[in-house]
């Protein structure tokens, strides 16, 4: 198995098509290649959170909108 390259903006293993991250890899991975699910959620006293989904890997996580 061939090593991700690493996002030279944190150092991060970058998940691609070519390298998608492995299910269950651990530490924290960039994806570039996301789209947004469902609706937003008021995150009242803080930003508003927006589910996402890597269209490369499929892992989904939640993340704060600028306020």
Do not use: F, I
């Not at 699910?37 to 909108?65: A, F, I, S």
């Amino acid at each position: 198995m061939t090593h991700p390259v690493r996002d030279p903006a944190n150092g991060r293993p970058l998940c691609s098509p070519e390298h998608p991250m492995p299910k269950g890899a651990d530490g924290y991975w960039s994806h570039t290649n996301v789209e947004e699910v469902g609706d937003q959620v008021d995150g009242y006293p803080g930003g508003d959170l927006q589910r996402m989904r890597c269209k490369d890997c499929g892992v989904e996580w939640t993340t704060e909108l600028p306020q």
